[in-house]
């Protein structure tokens, strides 16, 4: 069984703060996706990552895919209530295929103002 | 964008009796995927679909459960003889065939059993 580890597992921090969350494995993916899901909703795309390496921007929110394909972070600067939310990690092992996309458990993300 | 719907939203249900819910996939993506959420979790991979035909079916889908495409749009879940470790959110996404092609989730359904 091919495991996605988030950490932290819970985060809370005020308004302004910067933050980083992980999403590790033993594996190595084909590709890495980013989900954001909010309370009653169904998860929605922040962002893909394919490439070693690779780092993209998507306003304040920052993704960077490790280097050998195993592990990818997340980082918010300057964190706004808005920000509060579920964040998921989701790996694909086979380079695109459903059977390939494994969930983590997630960052529950609070931001108080 | 009319997105992916689910259909219902909410479902309460007494043990041992039979459900059915709904999935209206994006109409032109022609893959369709079934996920199990429960609380503190992350989606867990149920089955999926590409067109009518279903390729894929994890291990947690018992043989109380069974998925349907059949004319590969719209697409059912059934769980016969609920069992209260049935209690979850189920997701619905769809996806074209692209390389890396992004889920689109619906909102799900909650089911409760009692």
């Known amino acids: 069984t091919q495991l996605l580890e988030q950490s932290p597992q819970f985060l809370s921090i005020q308004e302004g703060e910067n933050l980083t969350v992980y999403c590790n494995s033993s594996?190595?993916?084909?590709?890495l996706q980013w989900y954001r899901q909010e309370p009653g909703e169904g998860p929605v795309l922040l962002v893909t990552?394919?490439?070693?390496?690779e780092v993209k921007k998507l306003k304040r929110l920052t993704f960077q895919f490790g280097d050998a394909r195993k592990d990818s972070s997340l980082h918010i600067t300057a964190a706004q209530p808005g920000d509060t939310g579920l964040y998921l990690c989701?790996?694909?092992?086979?380079?695109?295929?459903?059977?390939?996309?494994?969930f983590g458990k997630g960052t529950h993300l609070i931001i108080q103002p | 964008d009319t997105g992916v719907s689910q259909d219902p939203r909410h479902k309460i249900t007494k043990r041992g009796q039979n459900v059915t819910f709904r999935c209206d996939p994006i109409?032109?993506?022609?893959?369709l995927y079934w996920y199990r959420q429960t609380l503190g979790q992350g989606p867990e991979f149920l089955t999926y679909?590409?067109?009518?035909?279903?390729?894929?079916k994890s291990r947690l889908l018992s043989d109380r459960f069974s998925a349907e495409r059949p004319k590969g749009s719209f697409s059912t879940l059934e769980i016969q003889r609920t069992e209260q470790g049935d209690s979850a959110m189920y997701l619905c996404?769809?996806?074209?065939?692209?390389?890396?092609?992004?889920?689109?989730f619906g909102n799900g359904t909650r089911l409760t059993v009692t």
């Open positions: 996404a769809s996806s074209d065939r692209k390389y890396n092609s992004p889920l689109h």
């Open positions: 594996s190595v993916f084909s590709s």
């Open positions: 990552v394919v490439t070693g390496g």
């Open positions: 989701a790996g694909s092992y086979s380079g695109g295929g459903a059977d390939g996309l494994t």
């Open positions: 109409s032109e993506h022609n893959r």
């Open positions: 679909f590409q067109n009518e035909a279903q390729l894929e």
